[in-house]
């Protein structure tokens, strides 16, 4: 195969690794609208780097990754389905709702495939917890509770430009709830605390958070955020249910330290970030992509899945604004 890959920034440049050394990628083609970046990234893997983005739509690629700024993530969904070409994008699809849903529509009009990267499904913990969970050797589940916590916040000017901590980061926890479960939220109630950096306040965003979700089936799960554990890189879940309890995530690198006599002694070395922690997801990602591009693999995860959990992070981000419970049934889909 012969793929294109758009956006050669810090993720960008890791799926090109993955992609440069996968059996079934005969080529690759990268691009950046920072041309110099493209091309240091290709020199490094033996890919061409391409001009500009144009080129990637015009060279013969058989398949597009898109890893490019969020702002333009729709235009390029758009583009590779009017192309008549496979998608795997980053999320998030667009920056807000509407446009998510026209890129959406877009692709349904061209009949193309669009693979999001909600890389936790890859995950072997996540996946390992998803079959105990529909086997139903936990019995009844009754709570979830999901953490994700970044080390260092990001840099002040990406803030604005991310959609908040909800649609930014909490995604992934409300993805995976829905994947692991296989039950739709139907209401949220979701709050947010300003009070560290001012870099937050200003970008009218929360740099902690903390969401209580019914399921349709009565469970309840939690998903609590930050960007300032400075203990170390934290995404766990725990899935109680009435015959047993199960934890992801936890293992001699979760950067936790109990004050109990006779507990774990703390990690030696904390996960320092996502790519080293699910660097193994997102290879597994990509190689799914390369398959559902070939027409050996059902796509794992289309647009319709990703739409369904930024549905989730919207009804959050109104619960946090209003100071109130939201049903999902509030928030528009297609």
Not at 9 to 24: E, K, M, Q
Request: net charge negative; with cysteine; proline share 6%.
């Amino acid at each position: 195969m012969r793929i294109g890959l758009i956006g050669t920034g810090r993720i960008g440049a890791f799926h090109a690794g993955v992609l440069s050394r996968h059996r079934d990628v005969g080529a690759l083609v990268v691009a950046d609208t920072d041309a110099r970046r493209a091309r240091e990234v290709a020199a490094r893997i033996d890919a061409t780097a391409a001009p500009s983005v144009d080129e990637v739509f015009t060279w013969g690629v058989d398949a597009v990754v898109i890893s490019s700024a969020t702002a333009a993530h729709a235009e390029l969904i758009g583009r590779a389905a009017r192309t008549g070409l496979p998608a795997f994008c980053e999320k998030p699809i667009a920056p807000d709702l509407p446009g998510t849903l026209e890129a959406l529509r877009e692709v349904d009009r061209a009949g193309t495939e669009l693979q999001l990267g909600f890389m936790r499904r890859f995950d072997a913990g996540y996946g390992r917890a998803r079959e105990l969970v529909r086997s139903g050797r936990l019995g009844r589940l009754h709570t979830v509770r999901a953490v994700t916590a970044d080390p260092v916040p990001p840099p002040a000017a990406y803030l604005p430009l991310s959609g908040g901590l909800y649609r930014d980061c909490l995604v992934h926890d409300f993805d995976i709830v829905r994947w692991i479960t296989g039950r739709e939220v139907v209401e949220v109630y979701a709050t947010g605390s300003d009070a560290g950096h001012a870099m937050f306040r200003e970008a009218g965003d929360v740099d902690t958070a903390a969401a209580v979700l019914t399921l349709d089936d009565g469970t309840l799960a939690t998903a609590t955020a930050t960007r300032c554990n400075g203990a170390g890189y934290d995404v766990r879940m725990e899935l109680c249910g009435e015959a047993d309890t199960v934890a992801v995530g936890l293992d001699d690198r979760t950067p936790i330290t109990s004050t109990e006599p006779q507990g774990p002694p703390p990690a030696d070395k904390p996960w320092p970030g996502f790519l080293e922690r699910f660097a193994p997801a997102y290879e597994a990602e990509l190689d799914a992509f390369v398959r559902v591009a070939m027409g050996e693999l059902d796509n794992p995860c289309d647009g319709r899945e990703a739409l369904e959990a930024l549905r989730v992070a919207e009804a959050c981000e109104l619960s946090r604004r209003e100071r109130r419970p939201v049903r999902l049934a509030e928030v528009p889909g297609l």
